[in-house]
């Protein structure tokens, strides 16, 4: 009996199961069969090779010259030359204007009384207007190398002239030896310098 039982529950089993699954494949089929299906994508078909298509020509024009760079580049390679020069000019002025030689050339020239005759009292540089005032010195002053040589423009209230001077050391350790000391007036008179109290 129990066996029969056992049979009989599992037959019943069977039968239920297949029924839901046949519900399922039901279900499945009218919610599939109710959703729309999506068209098929068009193919693009072509009878024969592609050929090139014509491409849009530009017109034709000519090209403006090229401009030359070698004359701005020139210019200012000029214009730094040019500054470079007039700073190292402006330089070594002014060392040779601060230079002690110079400020003994000079008090030695306001100590000379012919001089004063000629060129008038207060004797002091005569200024150029290209270095803002300050006077212009030609030359050199060469300590270590035993040379200075120099001239340069002075004047009074009565006139103006070039001062020369040049003075050499012939050996290291000697004192210098004073070769030209003279003023050449605007005038043509030249003033031989009394040298007894400079030092170079």
Known sequence: MAARTIAQSARQRLRASGSARAAA??????????????????????????????????????????????????????????AWGAFYLYAANQERLSSSVVKQIMNTVG?????????????????????NGDPYIKGGVHMLQGNVDLSFRVKGHKGAGTLYFTSIRKTKGEAFTILRFRVICDNGKIIEVPVGSVKS
């Open 25 to 82: 494949r039901a279900y499945t089929s009218t919610t599939a069969a109710r959703q729309p299906v999506p068209p098929l994508p068009e193919v693009e078909t072509f009878s024969e090779a592609s050929r090139p298509r014509e491409y849009y020509a530009r017109p034709q024009r000519e090209l403006p010259p090229l401009q030359r760079k070698w004359p701005g580049i020139l210019v200012a390679s000029i214009l730094g030359v040019s």
């Open 111 to 131: 100590d000379s009384e012919e001089l004063r005759q000629e060129l008038g009292e207060a004797i002091r540089f005569e200024p150029v207007w290209w270095l």
